[in-house]
Structure formats: structure tokens, C-alpha cells
């Protein structure tokens, strides 16, 4: 069965600074990996996947991903946060492809402070 | 993005009443999706379509029931709502030839 887990519920970063949001997942067999984003009273957009493709991945809004099997992560970053990046963040595991099931983590609520 | 409309948009109700929650879409998605979202929990999957009167069960699919009659529509329905089924729900569609499911705007259920 496939799980995840996001290290850390809440994260507070100040305007400016580094974003990273980690993701941990569990796999019988090769992922997709995808990371979404919440904002308040909205559904979730995706902000990028992986797909077997290329491990680093670039997403909308500066966001990109890096697919490490090894690790088995698939952490998020942006170099400069924006306080328009205040939001809930998603990570979700895939073991096929199209139309198939999604497993989501907890959340990570990012709070950007001026 | 998909076109996926949600109704109602927020419901409040009494244990024990049936409550049915209507998900549309306009893009022909092959595959629809039910969806709960609890805090600390994400979001948990109820049920989900993978065509017109095909359906299966989820992770949390215990006091829920759907159908899908026709292509852009997906119906969600508490037989007899409880209050641990107070949540958000979501519905969500894959074209099937992507594996990118795109997020209706979801639906706020208050069971009292």
C-alpha cells in the first residue's frame, strides 16, 4: 500500500527566505508524485508531479521538486518565499497512471511573515 | 482547468437525514473522484468512477453510496448522515490519459 507523510504540519518562514516542505512516501512500485496547493476556502491546484521523467521538476509560482528515490523523498522548495505562498501544501503519492488513485499527506500550512 | 462545479456549496443537517452531494463537470473526464478532507488527515478518498456505472470503494467508504449515471455527473449520498461525517468534500476528475486529477471547489457538510 502507498502512504506519505509530511514532516511538520506548520511551517513559518519569513518573506524572502527559503521554502522547504518535506515529503516522505511509500511505494511497491515506481510513483508519481505530485504536490498541491490550498489556498483558504479553495480546492487544491497542482503545483507540479513527477512522472519518471526528469528528478528535478519545475512547477508553477517558482516551486520545484526533487524525486529522490534512495531517500524515497520528494521534498519541496522555493528559494524566495512571497507572502502570496501562505497556503496549504499537499503531497500525494500515485502507483499508476491514468485516472488512478491519489493518497495524500497531512498538510504543511505555510504562514509568511513580512 | 477542468470545469467542476460542486453543489451545494455548504450544508448543514441532522444526524440521521440522507444528504446527497452533486459533483459536474464539462471536460468528458473518463474518471471522477469523492474525496474528504479532515485536519491533519489531508485528503482521504471515499469513492470513485472510472466510467458511467462503474464505480468502486475507497479508503473511507463506510456510510457512503454514489452513482454516475451520465459522463459529467457524480453523486455522493450519506444514507443517514452522522456527525463524524462533518467535513469538506471534494470531487476531483482525471482524464484518464494523464494522471493529473483537477479539484472541484468543495462542499462544507455540518451534521448536527
Known amino acids: 500500500a502507498q502512504s506519505v507523510t509530511q514532516l511538520g504540519s506548520h511551517v513559518s518562514v519569513s518573506e524572502g527566505a527559503l521554502v522547504l516542505l518535506r515529503c516522505n512516501y511509500s511505494?511497491?512500485?515506481?510513483?508519481?508524485l505530485f504536490w498541491y496547493v490550498q489556498y483558504p476556502n479553495q480546492g487544491l491546484q497542482l503545483l507540479l508531479k513527477?512522472?519518471?521523467?526528469?528528478?528535478l521538476v519545475k512547477g508553477i509560482n517558482g516551486f520545484e521538486a526533487e524525486f529522490k528515490k534512495s531517500e524515497t523523498s520528494f521534498h519541496l522548495t522555493k528559494p524566495s518565499a512571497h507572502m502570496s505562498d501562505a497556503a496549504e501544501y499537499f503531497c500525494a503519492v500515485s502507483e499508476g497512471a491514468a485516472g488512478n488513485k491519489l493518497t495524500f499527506g497531512g498538510g504543511t500550512r505555510v504562514l509568511v511573515k513580512p | 482547468d477542468a470545469g467542476i462545479t460542486q453543489s451545494p456549496r455548504h450544508k448543514v443537517t441532522e444526524t440521521g437525514t440522507p444528504v446527497t452531494l452533486r459533483c459536474h463537470q464539462t471536460?468528458?473526464?473518463?474518471?471522477m473522484y469523492w474525496y474528504r478532507q479532515d485536519p491533519g488527515h489531508g485528503l482521504r478518498l471515499i469513492h470513485y468512477s472510472y466510467g458511467v456505472k462503474d464505480t468502486d470503494k475507497g479508503e473511507v467508504s463506510d456510510g457512503y453510496s454514489v452513482s454516475r449515471s451520465k459522463t459529467e455527473d457524480f453523486l455522493l449520498t450519506l444514507e443517514s448522515a452522522t456527525s463524524s461525517q462533518t467535513s469538506v468534500y471534494f470531487c476531483?476528475?482525471?482524464?484518464?490519459?494523464?494522471?493529473?486529477?483537477?479539484f472541484g471547489p468543495g462542499t462544507r457538510l455540518t451534521v448536527l
Open positions: 471536460e468528458n473526464h473518463r474518471y
Open positions: 511505494s511497491s512500485v515506481p510513483p508519481y
Open positions: 476531483a476528475t482525471s482524464s484518464g490519459d494523464t494522471d493529473t486529477q483537477y
Open positions: 513527477y512522472t519518471s521523467a526528469a528528478t
